[in-house]
């Protein structure tokens, strides 16, 4: 398959991005093969019980907004009452896709936004719809009050891999979205096609002046990168850098540090081969795409991504906390001052792990997948 040539707008904006330096030029690890560390630095609480959640985000009170996949939502205290959230949209609720992410604003404190993705179902299959609306609460009822949509895909797919991970920029003037390819994996280099793209938008959904393609028609103004495949983490580091992670086929799980105008190369190469066995070129073999900062074969399956800050494990400061649902487990990775990731810890909890996030007092919580779910806070020992 030959990779059409990319606008040259992207190619401006790659020349242009502050990458670390070797970043592009150095060999990534496979952290595949690492053994699980024989010991966990903490304890585990299930606090709750869900039925195929998806996501989870604090809000400034320290309560929870948790999703399950069916299109049902969430307050969830700390000791784990919840209160469940009227008014969410229609969700095309088939494999992978139903109600995914959810964030809150910013700004919540103010404006009481919640953003939120979900597949909408429609003729020719679901659309990964990014939309927002109010939180309303009184006499101990919630709602989403007035929903907008700020983004949808067009034209909707079948297929699964949606995406859906909301990123909110330092600051919160811009915000972030992974489309997945949506099992269509030729349309992730179409620069014409949402699939296979990380876009960037203002929070009410136009697009930023001052992204790779701003001006161009279409999906093309609001790209900020492609080549992905199937991304259920992204989150910003302490020092501003954009990671994202995303599943491969058969092997080639990747965590990339995602430029403006970058292009990782799904499905043009791989860490990765097709499930039939058939080879994928390695990223090795075309230098003109992004390698990833680390890999993963055999898979981990991530899903899941923040960065930790809090006192609960001081040693942790700025390090990423991965969900592996292969893995079964979490994983944290660690960053050298060039930018280089390098995974550290492994630890297997016998869950298939979701999402993850870290409340304001510093302790990790997690949520398993699947039915019957658990919600779990990590403390440290």
């Given at each position: 398959m030959n990779r059409p040539a990319l606008p040259a707008a992207f190619a401006l904006a790659a020349l242009l991005a502050l990458a670390p330096a070797g970043?592009?030029?150095?060999?990534?690890?496979?952290?595949?093969?690492l053994p699980a560390d024989g010991t966990v630095p903490f304890a585990a609480r299930r606090v709750a019980t869900f039925d195929r959640p998806w996501a989870i985000a604090f809000l400034p009170d320290g309560r929870l907004v948790l999703t399950e996949k069916a299109g049902r939502l969430f307050l969830v205290t700390q000791s784990g009452a919840r209160t469940a959230i009227e008014g969410v949209p229609t969700v095309?609720?088939?494999g992978q896709n139903g109600l995914l992410d959810v964030a809150p604003s910013p700004d919540f404190a103010r404006d009481s936004l919640l953003y939120f993705t979900r597949v909408a179902p429609g003729d020719?299959?679901?659309?990964?719809?990014?939309?927002?609306?109010?939180?309303?609460?009184?006499?101990?009822?919630?709602?989403?009050?007035?929903?907008?949509?700020?983004?949808?895909?067009?034209?909707?797919?079948?297929?699964?891999?949606p995406g859906g991970i909301i990123a909110f920029s330092p600051g919160g003037r811009h915000l972030?979205?992974?489309?997945?390819?949506?099992?269509?994996?030729?349309?992730?280099?179409?620069?014409?096609?949402?699939?296979?793209?990380?876009?960037?938008l203002n929070p009410d959904g136009s697009a930023p002046p001052d992204n790779p393609m701003a001006g161009r028609a279409g999906i093309r103004a609001l790209t900020w990168s492609m080549g992905h495949r199937n991304p259920y983490?992204?989150?910003?580091?302490?020092?501003?850098?954009?990671?994202?992670?995303?599943m491969g086929p058969r092997g080639g799980d990747e965590l990339n540090r995602i430029r403006p105008g970058g292009n990782y190369g799904w499905p043009e190469v791989s860490n990765g081969d097709q499930y039939s066995g058939w080879p994928i070129p390695r990223h090795a073999t075309r230098p003109e795409f992004d390698a990833p900062g680390l890999y993963w074969t055999p898979v981990i399956?991530?899903?899941?991504?923040?960065?930790?800050?809090?006192?609960?494990?001081?040693?942790?400061?700025?390090?990423?906390?991965?969900?592996?649902l292969r893995a079964e487990g979490l994983v944290r990775v660690v960053f050298g001052a060039d930018g280089t990731a390098r995974q550290a810890d492994r630890w297997v909890l016998g869950r298939r792990i979701r999402d993850v996030a870290v409340a304001p007092?510093?302790?990790?919580?997690?949520?398993?997948?699947?039915d019957g779910a658990g919600l779990l806070r990590l403390t440290a020992k």
């Open positions: 970043a592009r030029s150095a060999a990534p690890e496979n952290a595949g093969a095309d609720d088939r020719g299959g679901g659309a990964l719809v990014l939309a927002r609306a109010r939180l309303e609460e009184s006499g101990g009822r919630a709602r989403l009050r007035d929903p907008e949509t700020l983004w949808r895909q067009q034209p909707a797919s079948r297929g699964g891999q972030f979205l992974t489309v997945g390819d949506r099992m269509e994996p030729d349309t992730a280099q179409d620069p014409d096609a949402a699939r296979g793209k990380i876009l960037r983490g992204l989150a910003f580091a302490p020092d501003g850098a954009l990671w994202e992670h995303e399956a991530p899903a899941g991504l923040v960065f930790y800050h809090g006192p609960q494990f001081p040693a942790w400061q700025g390090s990423a906390l991965i969900g592996g007092d510093g302790a990790v919580w997690v949520i398993e997948d699947g």
